[in-house]
């Protein structure tokens, strides 16, 4: 997966937006959760180890994305499904029965909340421009009953203590680059809900422009990973 990592240096180069700011947001997330009595590290590596083993276990394990309709979730599942979901795109599910963990960057308002305020395990990511979100989000979800499990990542070219850099840019292909490196076969992952024909409606807040050009790398890393088949565009 290390091309997928490497790309992360080429999406900073388009955008203009610098590594450091990463680093300094993946730090920042990192010294949050370590002051917390909740998600301590032997904490934050068992929701992990669960995770691992439910992908590993499932004989399917269904990505969505944020232009998944409702629809196409019922028409689809299969006995045994197990789904993961990029952000906002949790909003799709009609329960949370099948839900391994939600991948987010904080994007995905309500729908977000939601699955949190349910201990749904959330992928918690880092990055330079979200780190306002991220604090906010965290600083709610702390004073629940009952806090999600939190697995956090980043996306930077350095080694940091206790965060994953799964590769990837998007929500979307993140989760993929995630769910893959979790051992899962390529041939036992279906994608649905993504596309490069305009802002899906589970985007959650978005500035359009920037999205329609943050969903063309998502493109291009879904194909070069083998799954460019399952986009609409």
Request: charged share 25%.
């Amino acid at each position: 997966m290390q091309s997928m990592i490497a790309v992360q240096g080429e999406v900073r180069a388009a955008f203009g937006w610098l590594e450091q700011a990463d680093v300094e947001s993946a730090n920042a997330m990192m010294d949050f959760l370590q002051n917390h009595a909740y998600w301590t590290m032997n904490r934050r590596k068992d929701a992990f180890g669960e995770l691992k083993q439910r992908l590993q276990s499932a004989s399917r394990v269904v990505i969505i994305g944020a232009a998944v309709e409702r629809s196409e979730i019922a028409e689809s599942e299969l006995s045994g499904d197990v789904y993961v979901a990029a952000d906002g795109a949790v909003g799709a599910l009609e329960s949370y029965d099948k839900l391994a963990c939600v991948v987010s960057d904080f994007d995905g308002a309500e729908h977000l909340h939601k699955a949190a305020s349910l201990s749904q395990i959330i992928v918690a990511h880092a990055h330079g421009d979200n780190a306002e979100r991220w604090r906010e989000c965290l600083e709610k979800w702390e004073k629940l009953s009952t806090p999600p499990p939190v697995i956090p990542s980043h996306q930077t070219n350095q080694r940091l203590s206790e965060m994953y850099n799964f590769g990837g840019f998007t929500d979307g292909d993140r989760a993929l680059c995630m769910v893959l490196s979790c051992g899962v076969n390529a041939e036992n992952i279906h994608l649905l809900g993504f596309s490069t024909r305009g802002v899906g409606s589970w985007s959650g807040t978005t500035e359009k422009a920037q999205k329609i050009a943050k969903l063309k790398w998502m493109k291009r890393i879904l194909s070069e990973l083998g799954f460019g088949k399952f986009v609409r565009s």
